[in-house]
């Protein structure tokens, strides 16, 4: 047999197949050189043999075995080697050609620069001149190319054609459900180290900060819709960790309408508009939704929450929220513990009331969207909370409810909530479309520590928020939009797709492989695992007996609520059902309210004019489990501790106005972090008593009063525009709010026929006494609303 050559010194045996990309050799070729001097030919040298060098180190894959029997249980890292040299791994010898667009020719080796600070793909056009999408100068966006002045638009006219085409584009499907957001930046910090119960990185660490995007939404209406509609609120936050990202994908109510994902286009298409006139809009009072709810009884523990002041909160800063499902916690050495996630706004939990609801509706439909971007534009930072709700298997297993069960709470009297850790939100987004609109969300998205459960609707929803973005956002690579990047590094074998932006260096994408050293290789125990539930069960489409109980915790929160909350519950059921046109579908809705309270179905039945039929049978021989009220399912239960910071309060001024008095409630309002306005009829300068002028900010007509929080009546012998401070007046007392009257501007609150006492929220005192009542007013505005008011016999 003829022995093949040494190379050495100028030879170049096999030169040629490294300058082909097709075949070559039996034995790998190593040449001296490629021919004539070239610095790229010398790198494509060292690019081929080196990428042999890699190949040859891995003879086969030393990890296959582990795949397989006792193995299998602990996952193990994949096997890697060095690249000799860089360039081995290169896609091509010419990557260190440098040009503005390319860089400097030196890749950073393991870098994915895609995952660095949004700050690389912030624009600003500050002294830039107009230009195309292609970056070419653009002289004329007045006008379209025409033959002659009065002729016709030329189709060569790119510039036109580009902005015209891009504009018909600009929308992207609107998410089915929680369509209505608004959103903002922040951070996670942790409490406190809590490896013990968790390998999650955001409690890796006391004093341990995650960068956050968080949005809130409402979920039926469309994403023009108005924000205090009663609904529930979806309160998303993404977790950018160093292990990936983590989506807690919560919302303000703890349970939700069903309890398999197998139902929820069924929840969906009910509670959507209607198909055949597709009205009405954001809203569950229609036939359709209580069709399908007195039709499905393990509905009734969310009926009470959603026919609550739950579901219309005050603003997204004073509402809580939840991870719904049931989570597990995993620590670094595969012990388990089940989670629940609570937050908890430090504003306090606040709502409005069912009328200045409506109205705020029409008022300002942003209301809630400007009140969050206010408050962050401020630098009154809202905060929350996360508490954690940590118990074992076996304590699940003592419950009187199934924890897999989504239409069911774990009572804190039963599980305390151990606070863990604060969230901050600190920056409102640049652009509403590229962020807000764009942030992708998906309960799927985990990093090691956190866990799935067998909870079937959370099963449903793995599937369904990654497969509704891909539908929303054009493709599988919507992780690659700016806000959805993590700040951890993406390395994969993924490519292609709609949109991709990603360039990937090199010619592997599989695994295993040799010709990249292995790279990326998988991370074995360092990874996500999922925890190894045991399984031993036949396949069948049911629910477990203890899903059946669908009204012992419908009951629990109904005991738990005030006086004045269970009001509101039954006025909420009653409006609901009045707008209902179908008697059999209000009848079957009493009868399943009977299950929960008779007092309840009662009052909502006299409310309809109607008599009350049997109650519904009941799903289960079992008799519903008696739960002790739990005080904490009370909105009253957490009033927040921020006093009045951020209350808006309406100052309501007059030609003649005592302005030095005016300056002073003005002054001490805003230094305690309110935001005072002067309100008047109109706008514009107005003389006070001492001829100064004040200038009003705000007109009636603009600023009604379900936008306010309390309003001051100034000292002034005259008010333009009676009739308007009058109306003004009269809504501040129907939905509860503070007033405080100062000198003759009490004769106004006489005029409106609102009564002094003994209502702790009507404050009357003279011009002298101004700063002491003040005080009382703010203690007062602090505690959010006088529901004392609703007890009282005289109402305007």
Same mark, same amino acid.
């Given at each position: 047999?003829?022995?093949?050559?040494?190379?050495?010194?100028?030879?170049?045996?096999?030169?040629?197949?490294?300058?082909?990309?097709?075949?070559g050799?039996?034995?790998a070729?190593?040449?001296?050189?490629?021919?004539?001097?070239?610095?790229?030919?010398?790198?494509?040298?060292?690019?081929?043999?080196?990428?042999?060098?890699?190949?040859?180190?891995?003879?086969f894959?030393?990890?296959?075995?582990?795949?397989?029997?006792?193995?299998?249980?602990?996952?193990?890292?994949?096997?890697?080697?060095?690249?000799?040299?860089?360039?081995?791994t290169?896609?091509?010898?010419?990557?260190?050609?440098?040009?503005?667009k390319?860089?400097?020719?030196?890749?950073?080796?393991?870098?994915n620069?895609?995952t660095?600070?949004?700050?690389r793909?912030?624009?600003?056009?500050?002294?830039?001149?107009?230009?195309?999408?292609?970056?070419?100068?653009?002289?004329?966006?007045?006008?379209?190319?025409?033959?002659?002045?009065?002729?016709?638009?030329a189709?060569e006219?790119f510039i036109?054609?580009?902005?015209?085409?891009?504009?018909?584009?600009?929308?992207?499907?609107?998410?089915?459900?929680?369509?209505?957001?608004?959103?903002?930046?922040?951070?996670?910090?942790?409490?406190?180290?809590?490896?013990a119960?968790?390998?999650?990185?955001?409690?890796?660490?006391?004093?341990?900060r995650?960068?956050?995007?968080v949005?809130f939404?409402?979920?039926?209406?469309?994403?023009?819709?108005?924000?205090?509609?009663r609904?529930?609120?979806?309160?998303?936050?993404?977790?950018?960790?160093?292990?990936?990202?983590?989506?807690?994908?919560?919302n303000?109510?703890?349970?939700?309408?069903?309890?398999?994902?197998?139902?929820?286009?069924?929840?969906?298409?009910?509670?959507?508009?209607?198909p055949?006139?597709?009205?009405?809009?954001a809203?569950?009072?229609?036939?359709?939704?209580?069709?399908?709810?007195?039709?499905?009884?393990?509905?009734?523990?969310?009926?009470?929450?959603?026919?609550?002041?739950?579901?219309?909160?005050?603003?997204?800063?004073?509402?809580?929220?939840f991870?719904?499902?049931?989570?597990?916690?995993?620590n670094?050495q595969?012990?388990?513990?089940?989670?629940?996630?609570?937050?908890?706004?430090?504003?306090?939990?606040?709502?409005?009331?069912?009328?200045?609801?409506?109205r705020?509706?029409?008022?300002?439909?942003?209301?809630h969207?400007?009140?969050?971007?206010?408050?962050?534009?401020?630098?009154?930072?809202?905060?929350?909370?996360l508490?954690?709700?940590?118990?074992?298997?076996?304590?699940?297993?003592?419950?009187?409810?199934?924890?897999l069960?989504?239409?069911?709470?774990?009572?804190e009297?039963?599980?305390?909530?151990?606070?863990?850790?604060?969230l901050?939100?600190d920056?409102n987004?640049?652009?509403?479309?590229?962020?807000?609109?764009?942030?992708?969300?998906c309960?799927?998205?985990?990093?090691?520590?956190?866990?799935?459960?067998?909870?079937?609707?959370?099963q449903?929803?793995?599937?369904?928020?990654?497969?509704?973005?891909?539908?929303?956002?054009?493709?599988?690579?919507?992780?690659e939009?700016?806000i959805?990047t993590?700040?951890?590094?993406?390395h994969?074998?993924?490519?292609?797709?709609?949109?991709?932006?990603q360039?990937?260096?090199?010619?592997?994408?599989?695994?295993?492989?040799?010709?990249?050293?292995?790279?990326?290789?998988?991370?074995?125990?360092?990874?996500?695992?999922?925890?190894?539930?045991?399984?031993?069960?036949?396949?069948?489409?049911?629910?477990?007996?203890?899903?059946?109980?669908?009204?012992?915790?419908?009951?629990?929160?109904?005991?738990s609520?005030?006086?004045?909350?269970?009001r509101?519950?039954?006025?909420?059921?009653?409006?609901?059902?009045?707008?209902?046109?179908?008697?059999?579908?209000?009848?079957?809705? +009493?009868?399943? @309210?009977?299950?929960?309270?008779?007092r309840?179905?009662?009052?909502? /039945?006299? %409310?309809? $004019?109607? *008599? !009350?039929?049997?109650?519904?049978?009941?799903?289960s021989?079992?008799?519903?489990?008696?739960?002790?009220?739990?005080?904490?399912?009370?909105?009253?239960?957490?009033?927040?501790?921020?006093?009045?910071?951020?209350?808006?309060?309406?100052?309501?001024?007059?030609?003649?106005?005592?302005?030095?008095?005016?300056?002073?409630?003005y002054?001490?309002?805003?230094?305690?972090?309110?935001?005072?306005?002067?309100?008047s009829a109109?706008?514009?300068?107005?003389?006070?008593?001492?001829?100064s002028?004040?200038?009003?900010?705000?007109?009636?007509?603009?600023?009604?009063?379900?936008?306010?929080?309390g309003?001051?009546?100034?000292?002034?012998?005259?008010?333009?525009g009676?009739a308007?401070? +009058?109306?003004? @007046?009269?809504?501040?007392?129907r939905?509860?709010k503070?007033?405080? /009257?100062? %000198?003759? $501007?009490? *004769? !106004?609150l006489?005029?409106?026929?609102?009564?002094?006492?003994?209502d702790?929220?009507?404050?009357?005192?003279?011009s002298?006494?101004?700063?002491?009542?003040?005080?009382?007013f703010?203690?007062?505005l602090?505690?959010?609303?006088?529901?004392?008011?609703?007890?009282?016999a005289?109402?305007?």
């Open positions: 047999m003829a022995k093949r050559k040494n190379n050495n010194g100028g030879a170049v045996d096999g030169a040629g197949s490294i300058l082909s990309t097709v075949a050799p039996a034995a070729p190593h040449p001296a050189r490629l021919g004539p001097p070239n610095p790229i030919a010398e790198q494509l040298l060292e690019k081929v043999t080196g990428d042999e060098a890699l190949a040859a180190e891995m003879p894959n030393v990890t296959k075995p582990l795949e397989y029997g006792e193995a299998a249980y602990t996952p193990h890292a994949g096997e890697t080697r060095t690249p000799p040299t860089p360039i081995a290169a896609s091509t010898s010419t990557e260190t050609i440098a040009s503005p390319l860089g400097d020719g030196q890749p950073e080796i393991g870098d620069a895609l660095r600070p949004l700050d793909v912030r624009v600003d056009d500050t002294g830039r001149e107009l230009t195309t999408n292609q970056g070419v100068p653009v002289a004329d966006n007045q006008n379209s190319l025409k033959a002659g002045l009065r002729g016709p638009t189709m006219d036109l054609r580009e902005k015209i085409t891009h504009f018909d584009h600009e929308r992207i499907p609107e998410r089915v459900v929680h369509a209505r957001g608004s959103a903002a930046h922040g951070y996670f910090e942790s409490y406190e180290d809590l490896r119960i968790t390998r999650a990185a955001p409690f890796a660490a006391a004093g341990k995650t960068p956050v995007f949005r939404s409402t979920v039926v209406g469309e994403r023009g819709s108005a924000d205090t509609v609904d529930v609120r979806g309160f998303a936050t993404k977790f950018y960790t160093d292990e990936g990202n983590w989506d807690l994908v919560a303000n109510i703890p349970v939700f309408f069903i309890q398999d994902a197998m139902k929820f286009p069924d929840l969906v298409h009910a509670v959507k508009p209607e055949h006139h597709a009205m009405p809009q809203s569950s009072a229609h036939d359709t939704f209580w069709d399908f709810a007195s039709l499905s009884p393990e509905i009734a523990h969310m009926l009470m929450w959603h026919t609550s002041d739950r579901a219309i909160p005050r603003s997204y800063r004073m509402m809580q929220g991870g719904v499902h049931t989570f597990r916690l995993i670094a595969g012990q388990s513990l089940f989670c629940k996630f609570h937050w908890t706004p430090l504003a306090g939990t606040h709502s409005l009331v069912w009328d200045e609801a409506a705020l509706a029409g008022a300002d439909p942003d209301y969207r400007r009140d969050l971007w206010e408050a962050i534009d401020s630098g009154q930072f809202p905060e929350w909370e508490g954690l709700q940590v118990f074992t298997e076996e304590q699940a297993a003592q419950f009187p409810f199934d924890i069960d989504p239409t069911k709470i774990v009572p009297e039963m599980v305390a909530v151990r606070a863990v850790g604060k901050v939100l920056r987004p640049d652009n509403f479309f590229a962020e807000t609109e764009q942030v992708a969300f309960a799927a998205h985990v990093v090691p520590g956190i866990d799935f459960t067998d909870d079937p609707l959370l449903g929803r793995l599937h369904s928020y990654i497969d509704t973005q891909i539908s929303r956002l054009g493709g599988p690579n919507f992780h939009i700016p959805n993590p700040v951890a590094q993406i994969n074998n993924q490519r292609e797709g709609f949109h991709r932006q360039i990937n260096r090199g010619r592997v994408n599989y695994e295993p492989n040799s010709l990249a050293g292995g790279c990326p290789f998988q991370a074995g125990a360092r990874g996500f695992s999922s925890f190894p539930q045991p399984i031993h069960a036949s396949k069948v489409c049911g629910k477990p007996e203890l899903f059946a109980d669908h009204y012992a915790q419908a009951r629990l929160f109904w005991i609520q005030s006086a004045i909350e269970q509101h519950i039954i006025d909420a059921f009653r409006f609901e059902l009045t707008r209902v046109q179908t008697p059999a579908v209000r009848s079957r809705t +009493l009868a399943l @309210l009977l299950n929960i309270d008779s309840l179905a009662g009052a909502v /039945a006299d %409310g309809l $004019g109607m *008599e !009350l039929p049997p109650p519904l049978p009941l799903s021989e079992q008799p519903p489990y008696e739960y002790p009220p739990s005080p904490a399912l009370s909105l009253f239960a957490r009033p927040g501790m921020l006093g009045v910071r951020t209350r808006r309060v309406a100052i309501i001024v007059g030609q003649g106005v005592d302005g030095a008095q005016v300056r002073k409630l002054a001490s309002l805003l230094d305690a972090g309110a935001v005072p306005r002067l309100i109109r706008i514009g300068p107005l003389a006070t008593a001492d001829d002028l004040l200038d009003v900010e705000i007109s009636f007509e603009a600023g009604p009063s379900v936008l306010w929080d309003a001051i009546v100034a000292d002034s012998p005259v008010f333009v009676d308007m401070a +009058l109306e003004f @007046l009269r809504l501040q007392y939905h509860d503070p007033i405080l /009257a100062l %000198g003759n $501007g009490a *004769e !106004l006489k005029a409106a026929r609102i009564p002094r006492k003994p702790p929220g009507v404050i009357v005192a003279a002298a006494d101004a700063a002491e009542a003040l005080n009382s703010k203690a007062v602090a505690q959010h609303r006088v529901y004392a008011r609703e007890n009282l005289s109402r305007v």
